[in-house]
């Protein structure tokens, strides 16, 4: 019998790359704020990515040398889990990459060479003492001042400078901007925003999208906005 830390490779999510004929079982990443089917382990990134372990004893001592960070800390556990738009960076070899899927949904990883991270808002709130927070998809939080509070709201992105630690800067759900989708028919795409469609509580609410130059409608929910003009793409391909 599996134990709790593993899953059969038949019933992984189909987002990791890991051949499902291989072995019997693999080991799944640590409890997070993210659902499994959007979050991949270290041990896979390095030992099914990237190829630089062969088993799960190499990924331990690539880890036990400090040589990999996640969003600027340290990790310390192979089965830590990384989600999208994570930033995965390898010491030795000094590559940085941002965690995204491809548009068949499989994970992949982008060659990045800043130390930002876009922050999804998936809730504010008022704490007491006068404090303003955020909090986002991926379980971070956040606190900022009253004037940033007041003019974000939930969806919007934030563009974080984790080694700095400042906010470099605020991305509106809007139309007009640029979001990356990240479930649904068109994951693993980008799109302009051209029409948000609400549904006042009935259903979920929609966004209609330009995507390769023609209107598709999906929900609003996958939407992940990561720009104001066509520009802002390069960062991601």
Known sequence: MASISHLKRTSMPTSWPVKKKN???????????HKRKYVISVL???????????????AKQIIYNEEILL?????????????????????????KYIILFD??????LVPTKDDFIYLKITSKKTLPGNK?????M?????????????????????????TKKKV?????????????????????????????IPN?????????????GKENTTAKDFCYVIGSKKEDLKRFN
Do not use: H, M, W
């Open 23 to 33: 072995i019997t079982f693999i080991g799944k990443p640590n409890p997070g704020s």
């Open 44 to 58: 896979i990134l390095l030992r099914e990515k990237i190829g630089y372990a062969a088993t799960s004893k190499e």
């Open 71 to 95: 969003n600027g800390k340290r990790v310390t556990d192979i089965k830590t889990p990384c989600g999208i738009f994570d930033v995965f960076e390898i010491k030795a070899t000094k590559e």
């Open 103 to 108: 548009t068949v949904g499989k994970i992949k």
């Open 132 to 136: 303003f927070q955020l909090n986002f």
């Open 138 to 162: 991926n379980g971070y939080n956040l606190l900022i001042d009253k004037k940033t509070f007041i003019g974000v709201k939930v969806e919007d992105t934030v563009v974080f400078d984790y």
């Open 168 to 196: 470099v800067s605020i991305i509106n759900l809007k139309v007009g901007n640029y979001v990356y989708l990240f479930d649904g028919k068109f994951k693993g795409t980008f799109g302009l925003l051209k029409k948000l």
């Open 200 to 212: 006042n509580g009935i259903s979920k609410d929609n966004v209609t999208l330009e995507i390769d």
